[in-house]
T-cell receptor, first 115, second 112 residues
């Protein structure tokens, strides 16, 4: 897991507030993925981004969720008007190239709690 | 629909014995299968993978077996060590995509 940095590690938000989760990929990696793990479930793919481009957002909820990976700076996963059901662990991963799961390195996760 | 299933939520094994973790899948369009290990409050760590054209891959104490006709794969850990105690996730990579489909995990406990 070394190298993919996520912050904050823990975030508490009240219902209706906004949550911003940041991910800095490993050095030299330009591919970023976001996954969500709900309690007692496996990780679910949300979105795959390359610098300044969203490549696959098929796992993103249609509303309130957005992601970006700007030319400079970390990738941001933004959740607007959070609800209790958004409480989960959000994992970012990065890779040097496309494809092959064994080249994907995960960060330690950001735990969001909505109260 | 759960395309990757881990039907055993937990497994308890004595140190030194073999641990066998199982995974079933429903989609024939997976190119690669992977196993990840996860400790509490940490991200998943890649363990071992297998291409859909192979039936076995071995790396040290870890061996993954793929039975395509049964749509089943398994991870063997031998000998099991207390440090192996963690949650193990099976994952599959669909063809022509950049996403992983994860199972729900199996919690392995290795006791002395």
């Amino acid at each position: 897991n070394a190298g993919v940095m996520q912050n904050p590690r823990h975030l508490v938000r009240r219902r209706g507030q906004e949550a911003r989760l940041r991910c800095s990929p490993m050095k030299g990696h330009s591919h970023v993925y976001w996954y969500r793990q709900l309690p007692e479930e496996g990780l679910k793919f949300m979105v795959y981004l390359q610098k300044e481009n969203i490549i696959d957002e098929s796992g993103m909820p249609k509303e309130r969720f957005s992601a970006e990976f700007p030319k400079e700076g970390p990738s941001i996963l933004r959740i607007q008007q959070v609800v209790r059901g958004d409480s989960a662990a959000y994992f970012c991963a990065s890779s040097l190239d496309r494809g092959l799961g064994n080249t994907i390195y995960f960060g330690e996760g950001s735990w969001l709690t909505v109260v | 629909d759960q395309q990757v299933k881990q039907n055993s939520p937990s497994l308890s094994v004595q140190e030194g014995r073999i641990s066998i973790l199982n995974c079933d899948y429903t989609n024939s369009m997976f190119d690669y299968f992977l196993w990840y290990k996860k400790y509490p409050a940490e991200g998943p760590t890649f363990l071992i993978s297998i291409s859909s054209i192979k039936d076995k891959n071995e790396d040290g104490r870890f061996t993954v077996f793929l039975n395509k006709s049964a749509k089943h794969l398994s991870l063997h850990i031998v000998p099991s060590q207390p440090g192996d105690s963690a949650v193990y996730f099976c994952a599959a990579e669909p063809r022509n995509t950049d996403k992983l489909i994860f199972g729900t995990g199996t919690r392995l406990q290795v006791f002395p």
